[in-house]
């Protein structure tokens, strides 16, 4: 081999490693975008895991939240059902046809019905009562007043802006022939 022909030769291989070194420099590169996306899909993945996970918690505190609704609920109920058992046998007790004839002198009320009648008629609050009593019973005007006296005394109560008697304030106004005008 002559001399031009190695200078060929090595022009040759010079190009081909030139055209290799810029084909590993590109290869390079997509290397380095390939890893630039796959670090950001890693990323990516973690904050979708994280924000899965954050779901998944606030379903179990949810879930946890209606079971304790649900059980709160149903304790209700019962507490409800019981009530509505008592408040019927307290019906029953004082205001049944059968009963009532019991209650036909003052000697037969509870002690603590006689004590809060003597204490409307101390303090001059017999009218207020029937006043407060007729309100609810007929509906109208209503001194607001007059209804903190009787919620005081135990006698009337309020849920929202509906007031009531008390079971003792509705056995003096259903007795109220009896306990107020013969006491």
């Known amino acids: ?3 031009e022909e190695q ?3 090595v022009r040759n291989f010079s190009k081909t490693i030139d055209e290799q070194t810029e ?4 290869k390079d590169e997509i290397l380095l975008k390939q890893n630039e996306t796959i670090t950001e899909t890693i990323d990516n993945l973690g ?3 994280n924000k899965l996970a954050a779901t998944e918690n606030k379903l ?3 879930y946890k939240e209606i079971s304790t609704l649900k059980n709160t609920t149903a304790q209700l109920e019962k507490e409800h059902d019981y009530k509505s058992k008592k408040l019927d046998l307290y019906n029953k007790l004082f205001f049944d046809t059968e009963n ?3 209650y036909s002198t003052i000697d037969n009320f509870p002690l603590e019905v006689i004590t809060k009648v003597n204490k409307l008629k101390e303090d001059n609050l017999i009218m207020e009562f029937l006043g407060i009593a007729k309100f ?3 509906g109208g005007m209503i001194g607001t007043e007059s209804l903190d006296k009787m919620k005081q005394l135990g006698l009337a109560f309020e849920v929202g802006a509906r007031p009531d008697l008390t079971p003792i304030g509705n056995i003096i106004y259903h007795y109220r ?3 107020i005008r013969n006491n």
Do not use: P
Request: aromatic share 4%; proline share 0%.
């Open 60 to 62: 179990n505190e949810n």
């Open 7 to 9: 200078r060929k030769h």
């Open 100 to 102: 009532r004839r019991f």
């Open 1 to 3: 081999m002559d001399t």
């Open 47 to 49: 904050n979708t895991k």
């Open 136 to 138: 609810i019973e007929n």
């Open 23 to 26: 084909q590993i420099k590109q």
């Open 177 to 179: 022939n009896i306990l």
